[in-house]
């Protein structure tokens, strides 16, 4: 049964997510051929539209307007309510990212409608879209339909594909005036951490360090090998925790959730509660000195040594491969 859905375009310094791209690829799966229409909101963003439609959009709705330069809770779910008005759409797919994690309740319980959030995969069964997701950190995964109202859905980056890019599709990328009142928060500033190289939730490749790394210098050989490699450096709490890290690298149970297609764990005993931010990860490799670690148990390869031999031996060999 074709179905329409709407897809937010998430902009970040001016340029689309490649999540947003991933939920277009999502809800294709659960249009069945119907209309996709990419949803763009920000004070200047309707130029993006054309790459929504390459990647599969069929047209694309934009809400501009001073008072959205910066992402509120609440300018951008009245934008998004003024577009769901107008479309009347089936659902409605975010990134599982925090703006989509902030947002996609806000409206679904304005709607008074099901949230499936960090989606991992859709199939479509007996015509009822059927939504897989982790639960008990990862260690299961549960199947939700959504049988009333609008449905809304945050999609785990890094897990369904996008369509190809193709450049030859053209759509209406059509503006939408919605005037923005009342607003409760009023960003003045906005302070950015300075952050190096990719983003870490949407990495293709993680290197990450524990405790392992003895010190915020130990993390050195993990960057000069993410970068060898074009990844981002991730980091276990107990490496946060003993100051050789910032929190933002923290990947688990209480940190960041991340699928990259490969996973390098440098001097990580493999607690459950890390496992929990990265057992989903495609290929894991693990270096840790003591052959007894519980990482081990979900590496697909293990190499035991120390990493602090065994890291610049590996970025040497991938140096080669460049080449
Ligand atoms: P350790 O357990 O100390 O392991 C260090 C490892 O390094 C060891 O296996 C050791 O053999 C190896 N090693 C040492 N030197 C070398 C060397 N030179 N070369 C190679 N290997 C070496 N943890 C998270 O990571 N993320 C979370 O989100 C998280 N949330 C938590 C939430 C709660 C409620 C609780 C209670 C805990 C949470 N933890 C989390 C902490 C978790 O339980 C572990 O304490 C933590 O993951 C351990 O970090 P680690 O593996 O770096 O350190």
């Known amino acids: 049964m074709a179905r329409k859905f709407l897809v937010l375009g998430e902009v970040r310094d001016g340029s689309l997510r490649n999540v947003s791209f991933e939920a277009i690829g999502a809800a294709k799966l659960a249009a069945d051929g119907g209309e996709i229409v ?3 909101v920000g004070d200047s963003v309707q130029d993006l539209g054309n790459e929504l439609i ?13 008072q959205l330069k910066q992402y509120t809770s609440d300018g951008y779910a009245q934008a998004l309510l003024a577009v769901i008005e107008q479309e009347k759409p089936e659902g409605i797919f975010f990134g599982h990212t925090a703006l989509g994690k902030d947002l996609a309740p806000k409206l679904a319980g304005k709607l008074e409608s099901g949230l499936i959030s960090d989606v991992t995969s859709i199939e479509e069964e007996g015509g009822n879209i059927v939504f897989t997701r982790p639960i008990y950190s990862g260690k299961a995964f549960e199947k939700k339909i959504v049988t009333d109202g609008v449905i809304f859905a945050t999609i785990r980056p890094n897990n369904i594909e996008p ?10 990328v059509a503006a939408l005036s919605v005037d923005i009142k009342d607003l409760r928060t009023i960003i003045k500033d906005v302070v950015r951490k300075a952050s190096e190289g990719v983003d870490l939730s949407e990495a293709k490749v993680i290197i990450a360090g524990g ?9 050195e050989p993990l960057k000069e090998l993410a970068q060898v490699l074009g990844g981002a ?21 209480t940190g960041k959730v991340v699928t990259p297609d490969l996973y390098i764990a440098c001097g990580i005993s493999g607690a459950i509660q890390h496992l929990a931010g990265m057992s989903n990860s495609k290929v894991i490799v693990a270096i840790n000195k003591d052959p007894e670690a519980n990482i081990f148990n979900v590496a697909d390869y293990g190499i035991v040594g120390d990493l602090f031999e065994v890291i610049p031996l590996l970025t040497e060999e991938f140096k080669k491969l460049k080449v």
């Open 38 to 40: 990419g949803v763009l």
């Open 54 to 66: 390459q990647f599969g959009a069929d047209r694309v709705v934009a809400v501009e307007n001073d």
């Open 163 to 172: 369509l190809a890019k193709d450049e030859s599709r053209s759509g209406d």
């Open 211 to 219: 405790r392992g790394v003895k010190s915020e210098d130990g993390f």
């Open 233 to 253: 450096v991730g980091a276990s709490r107990g490496a946060c925790d003993a100051d050789y890290c910032d929190y933002s690298l923290q990947i688990g149970q």
